[in-house]
């Protein structure tokens, strides 16, 4: 057989092999086997036999309480705290989980087991064992990924239950070929993702917006962590939490741990996984001090319970999990329409915060359509830039319709600088001692107040793996999902406002409409957004008229181009605020002489990063759907 002839049928037959492999699913039998063994050997013991199961009071859960007991279907009342400081949001997880009485349900996209994976897992399991029931839903492609630690997840608690949402290849774990092999096998339903974010305890009180469980998300990264931004809410709107919840633990893809084919293999064939013990931290101290924080009564007055608004209205929106079946069926979309209707009624402003500006075609219609008013709402956009982001191949697709944005959708786009000072404030706050940490409320209030200080970065040198830089020095990046409408509500979730988060992830958030907290979000945005923690996203000064008209024209062909879009010199590019100047708008007459162009990828150092993402500019529109 010819060497072409084998090429020829070697795609076919390893395609046929994924289909194949895509088909093993566990077997009936095997699954009462496994959930037999189970059965067996789950831990029963509960550690306590009071019937609030031994909960530690929670100022934050008596708080929803009371806005329970003071609701009615006419006139809700929900106590919303905005997690912008990443210590806070995981000590109100904790204390949360500590206050538990009946239920905890957590949903999630990454959980990891780094620090902060660890501790929540541990965290919950110690809730189980008090007889808390405990149900856990994570998206399968990057959470758990050791099947042996998902056997030792099955029995640790006949209270504790844990279910993997779209397992690739009914499996837990994904190594590359895998990878390889569900995109070749079944790209759709691989491609698809449960991208919500949800901790609800008692069905009383939740927390979502875009934290995962993983070190970066709470700042304990060496190197990178993220700008992140959840909501903590306590009343009627929890109950709309508990009902989607409900939806996805009971949907079809959210695969219990028994019908899993390498962790029912384990179950069945390898001897019972050992006692669960306490984890061993990288960071044992900070741990504590964490720990501690979250039942400090002084701690939580100050950095919770004083930020809390008791308000009105509060809904919570998630995509209903048939979006994953069909991306196009309608009421499946709840949240990213209600996202786009809450855009389209803009009067005078709408402020973005994203870490992915790559639109998909109906939000691009949209923002055309606000652009075209007569007196338009000003869009204010705060983003990644190169040297922040960790996903350049994202980055790459703003990069190219830059003129897009700024022209026909006339946004005022701002990209965090990844040494950016704001950003280190909270970095510094989660690493400090539990002392300072209340001397830093003693002397300056809680963390929602400290931004108007001066900045200082603190942080080991060296730079995070995504592109290398110039300067070196611990990375932000942003990955808080937020808008805020006119000062009058606002949203906080985890949609990105991209193609992905519009046809492919199921997305949850809240929307509040309440204008103190509104401006809550807005003075954190716009914190983002000042000059030493951003740079301005403005069009190339004109230099000689006619060659820079011959420029930008062949530009706009290209960047229109789904191929070979290839022309180096762009329509716009960065600047910096010179010292001594205000921040203007690009379009402000003055704007030239106070602000100075720093390049279209400023403080990344020339690298094959760099090279790969003007390649996936010029022939990368056909990804934007999945990247």
């Known amino acids: 057989m010819s060497r072409m002839r084998l090429r020829s049928l070697a795609f076919p037959s390893l395609l046929a092999a994924f289909l194949l492999l895509q088909g093993c699913v566990v077997s009936r039998a095997q699954i009462r086997r496994a959930d037999a063994v189970v059965a067996a050997s789950v831990d029963r013991d509960i550690d306590c036999h009071q019937a609030d199961h031994c909960a530690t009071p929670s100022p934050l859960l008596n708080a929803a309480t009371d806005a329970l007991a003071a609701s009615t279907p006419q006139d809700p009342v929900n106590v919303v705290t905005l997690l912008n400081d990443s210590e806070p949001a995981l000590a109100a997880r904790i204390n949360l989980i500590r206050a538990a009485r009946?239920?905890?349900?957590?949903q999630t996209y990454i959980w990891d087991q780094d620090d902060v994976g660890k501790l929540m897992l541990n965290e919950l399991i110690q809730a189980a064992r008090r007889g808390?029931?405990?149900?856990?839903?994570?998206?399968?492609?990057?959470?758990?990924?050791?099947?042996?630690?998902?056997?030792?997840?099955?029995?640790?608690?006949?209270?504790?239950?844990?279910?993997?949402?779209?397992?690739?290849?009914?499996?837990?774990?994904?190594?590359?070929?895998?990878?390889?092999?569900?995109?070749?096998?079944?790209?759709?339903?691989?491609?698809?993702?449960?991208?919500?974010?949800?901790?609800?305890?008692?069905?009383?009180?939740?927390?979502?917006?875009?934290?995962?469980?993983?070190?970066r998300y709470f700042?304990?990264?060496?190197?990178?962590?993220?700008?992140?931004?959840?909501?903590?809410?306590?009343?009627?709107?929890a109950r709309e939490m508990a009902a989607s919840f409900e939806l996805f633990w009971r949907h079809k893809r959210a695969v219990p741990l028994t019908h899993l084919r390498d962790v029912n293999r384990r179950i069945l064939h390898d001897p019972p996984p050992p006692p669960w013990k306490s984890p061993r931290y990288q960071r044992p101290a900070r741990v504590r001090q964490v720990q501690q924080a979250a039942e400090d009564p002084q701690w939580?007055?100050?950095?919770?319970?004083?930020?809390?608004?008791?308000?009105?209205?509060?809904?919570?929106?998630?995509?209903?999990?048939?979006?994953?079946?069909?991306?196009d069926k309608k009421h499946a979309l709840e949240f990213t329409h209600r996202i786009m209707r809450m855009i389209s009624g803009a009067r005078h402003e709408v402020l973005l915060q994203t870490p992915y500006l790559v639109m998909s075609r109906s939000a691009q219609r949209l923002f055309k359509r606000l652009h075209r008013r007569k007196d338009p709402p000003q869009i204010i956009v705060s983003t990644n830039s190169l040297a922040s982001t960790d996903a350049f191949a994202v980055y790459a697709m703003?990069?190219?319709?830059?003129?897009?944005?700024?022209?026909?959708?006339?946004?005022?786009?701002?990209?965090?600088?990844?040494?950016?000072?704001?950003?280190?404030?909270?970095?510094r706050l989660a690493n400090l001692s539990a002392d300072a940490m209340k001397r830093e409320v003693t002397l300056r209030g809680p963390a929602r107040t400290q931004h108007k200080t001066v900045y200082h970065l603190f942080g080991s040198g060296g730079s995070n793996r995504p592109a290398p830089l110039l300067n070196s020095g611990r990375r932000f990046g942003l990955h808080a999902k937020s808008i805020v409408i006119d000062d009058r509500y606002a949203m906080v979730g985890s949609h990105n406002f991209d193609p992905r988060s519009d046809h492919y992830n199921t997305e949850a958030g809240v929307i509040v409409y309440d204008k103190r907290f509104a401006n809550e979000v807005r003075q954190s945005i716009l914190r983002d957004i000042q000059p030493q923690n951003a740079w301005v996203i403005a069009p190339r000064q004109p230099a000689i008229p006619v060659l820079t008209?011959?420029?930008?024209?062949?530009?706009?062909?290209?960047?229109?181009?789904?191929?070979?879009?290839?022309?180096?010199?762009?329509?716009?590019?960065?600047?910096?605020?010179?010292?001594?100047?205000?921040p203007l708008r690009a379009n402000n007459p003055k704007f030239y002489s106070c602000y100075r162009a720093v390049g279209d990828f400023p403080d990344v150092a020339l690298s094959p990063k760099l090279i790969i993402t003007r390649l996936i500019t010029a022939f990368g529109v056909g990804a934007k759907g999945i990247l």
């Open 132 to 215: 808390v029931r405990v149900r856990i839903l994570a998206d399968q492609l990057f959470s758990f990924q050791e099947p042996g630690l998902l056997d030792q997840l099955s029995r640790v608690s006949s209270h504790l239950q844990v279910r993997l949402y779209n397992p690739t290849l009914h499996k837990a774990r994904t190594p590359p070929l895998d990878f390889a092999a569900g995109i070749l096998c079944c790209f759709l339903q691989f491609n698809q993702r449960m991208h919500n974010k949800l901790l609800l305890v008692d069905d009383s009180i939740g927390i979502t917006g875009g934290r995962n469980y993983q070190d």
């Open 102 to 106: 009946h239920s905890i349900d957590v």
């Open 300 to 327: 939580l007055q100050a950095w919770l319970v004083g930020p809390t608004l008791r308000t009105g209205k509060v809904d919570y929106f998630s995509d209903l999990p048939a979006k994953t079946d069909d991306p």
């Open 219 to 237: 700042n304990w990264d060496d190197n990178f962590d993220y700008v992140d931004r959840d909501v903590m809410v306590g009343g009627p709107a």
């Open 398 to 427: 703003s990069y190219k319709h830059r003129k897009r944005y700024l022209k026909t959708f006339g946004f005022q786009i701002h990209e965090l600088k990844p040494h950016a000072p704001g950003p280190a404030v909270d970095y």
């Open 549 to 582: 008209d011959i420029n930008q024209a062949i530009g706009t062909v290209s960047a229109h181009l789904p191929l070979f879009d290839l022309w180096p010199f762009r329509y716009a590019t960065s600047y910096e605020l010179k010292p001594g100047c205000q």
